[in-house]
């Protein structure tokens, strides 16, 4: 097949389709994918053409991490952690280092959540010592995304001084007294490589610090909050829009016998069908309307942003059960291909910050109260 009239990204998800099962079965890395990212220029998108990136914006990454999704959520989860680590390093890192990540050679992530401050991302247990021109990092990291993949890690820790807030690293994944844990084996989003990280003693040079000395809360709640919203928002579309697709094809195709007749004659199945279709159609205008508040400045834009995670989470939770109950035994099986968006959906609701805590602080916001404290 030509791919002369294809676009990038067309060519990206391709390749994420072909390999998404073995993906999922084999729990392995969708090494491919991110080969293909680094191929089409799409893991630069969002660094600056001054550094030879493509320049674009959170809505261009979130319709990448979208498209990605519908064929391989841990593809999309993949690229949506290296997105969102890549806004942290494009703000903040040096040239050199931008440069390397607009030109494909460095695959980013974020490694916040711990063991200690659970679903709380932005309170870090983990601490930064200062040793000459050095800073030894000591941490328990719950969860990395792409821990064994990726170039360097978006680090929080404690601030250097004092003990409030945070302060944010870039670590590179082969630092001394790094150990990442056993490859990841999950109920979903099987080769997304997630799993714990442990600092003992790391070090890393002071300049490797991303912003000021406690600051980190800040480039959090301004830069990765809304990034990782929106772009894990995507994923939780992206995996609704294929489980209506595929819930819809088994329900027209079956047949059964001798009446010849398809579950989608049903008027039972066609109406759970429409509230799969309106469910996700409700949470994709969420979404955009989330970005647009973001690019326009819209007062709205944060309690949007805590709205669109849980929304989308929770309706891709709602969408790909009724998948399964629309398809009903055939949904265990892998060829129909509803189980796998079934397992994927699973993860964004416990992402932190999980759908309970986003609630809490929408009725936080709702009542007039602060979000913190």
Same mark, same amino acid.
């Given at each position: 097949?030509?791919?002369? #009239?294809?676009?990038?990204?067309?060519? !990206?998800?391709?390749?994420a389709?072909?390999?998404?099962?073995?993906?999922? %079965?084999?729990?392995?890395?969708?090494?491919? *994918?991110?080969?293909?990212?680094?191929?089409?220029?799409?893991l630069?998108?969002?660094?600056?053409t001054?550094?030879?990136?493509?320049?674009?914006?959170?809505?261009?990454?979130?319709?990448?991490?979208?498209?990605?999704?519908?064929? /391989?959520g841990?593809?999309?989860?993949?690229? /949506?952690?290296?997105?969102?680590?890549?806004? !942290?390093?494009?703000?903040? #890192?040096?040239?050199?280092?931008?440069?390397?990540?607009?030109?494909?050679?460095?695959?980013?992530?974020?490694?916040?959540?711990?063991?200690?401050?659970?679903?709380?991302?932005?309170?870090?247990?983990?601490?930064?010592?200062?040793?000459?021109?050095? *800073?030894?990092?000591?941490?328990?990291?719950?969860?990395?995304? #792409?821990?064994?993949?990726?170039?360097?890690?978006?680090?929080? #820790?404690?601030?250097?001084?004092?003990?409030?807030?945070?302060?944010?690293?870039l670590?590179? %994944?082969?630092?001394?007294?790094?150990?990442i844990?056993?490859?990841?084996?999950?109920?979903?989003l099987?080769?997304?490589?997630?799993?714990?990280?442990?600092?003992?003693?790391?070090?890393?040079?002071?300049?490797? %610090?991303?912003?000021?000395?406690?600051?980190?809360?800040?480039?959090?709640?301004?830069?990765?909050?809304?990034?990782?919203?929106?772009?894990?928002?995507?994923?939780?579309?992206?995996?609704?829009?294929?489980? *209506?697709?595929?819930t819809?094809a088994?329900?027209?195709?079956?047949?059964?016998?001798?009446?010849?007749?398809?579950?989608?004659?049903?008027?039972?199945?066609?109406?759970?069908?429409?509230?799969?279709r309106?469910?996700?159609?409700?949470?994709?205008a969420?979404?955009?309307?989330?970005?647009?508040?973001?690019e326009?400045?819209?007062?709205?834009?944060?309690? &949007?942003v805590?709205? /669109?995670?849980?929304?989308?989470? +929770?309706?891709?939770?709602? !969408? /790909? +059960?009724?998948?399964?109950?629309?398809?009903?035994?055939?949904?265990?099986?892998?060829? !129909?291909?509803?189980? &796998?968006?079934?397992?994927?959906? &699973?993860?964004?609701? *416990?992402?932190?910050?999980?759908s309970?805590?986003?609630?809490?602080?929408?009725g936080?916001?709702?009542?007039?109260?602060?979000?913190?404290?």
């Amino acid at each position: 097949m030509s791919t002369e #009239s294809t676009s990038p990204l067309d060519r !990206v998800v391709a390749i994420a389709t072909e390999h998404a099962t073995a993906v999922d %079965r084999q729990g392995r890395f969708p090494q491919e *994918v991110v080969e293909a990212l680094r191929v089409e220029g799409l893991l630069g998108l969002i660094s600056a053409t001054s550094v030879g990136g493509k320049g674009e914006g959170l809505r261009a990454a979130a319709l990448v991490v979208e498209a990605l999704a519908r064929a /391989c959520g841990s593809a999309a989860m993949v690229t /949506c952690m290296h997105y969102a680590g890549a806004l !942290v390093i494009e703000k903040f #890192s040096d040239e050199a280092t931008r440069r390397e990540l607009a030109a494909g050679r460095h695959l980013s992530t974020l490694a916040f959540s711990e063991a200690g401050s659970r679903s709380m991302f932005w309170a870090p247990t983990s601490t930064a010592t200062a040793a000459g021109d050095h *800073v030894r990092l000591d941490a328990h990291k719950s969860w990395v995304t #792409s821990a064994h993949e990726a170039t360097a890690y978006v680090w929080s #820790s404690k601030p250097l001084a004092g003990a409030e807030a945070s302060t944010l690293w870039l670590v590179p %994944r082969d630092t001394k007294g790094l150990s990442i844990d056993r490859p990841f084996e999950g109920l979903g989003l099987r080769g997304n490589d997630s799993t714990p990280v442990k600092a003992d003693g790391a070090r890393v040079p002071a300049s490797a %610090r991303l912003g000021a000395d406690g600051a980190g809360f800040g480039v959090m709640m301004e830069v990765v909050l809304p990034a990782f919203s929106v772009m894990n928002a995507a994923c939780s579309i992206g995996l609704m829009e294929s489980a *209506v697709a595929r819930t819809a094809a088994h329900a027209s195709g079956a047949r059964w016998q001798p009446s010849g007749s398809a579950p989608a004659d049903l008027p039972t199945v066609r109406s759970y069908l429409a509230k799969m279709r309106v469910k996700t159609d409700m949470a994709r205008a969420l979404w955009l309307d989330t970005i647009t508040a973001l690019e326009t400045g819209r007062p709205d834009a944060m309690l &949007r942003v805590l709205e /669109c995670k849980a929304a989308c989470n +929770d309706a891709a939770l709602e !969408v /790909c +059960d009724t998948a399964m109950r629309v398809a009903g035994g055939a949904a265990f099986r892998g060829d !129909v291909g509803v189980e &796998r968006y079934f397992r994927d959906a &699973r993860a964004g609701s *416990v992402m932190a910050p999980t759908s309970d805590a986003l609630y809490d602080f929408i009725g936080k916001a709702v009542c007039g109260q602060p979000l913190f404290g």
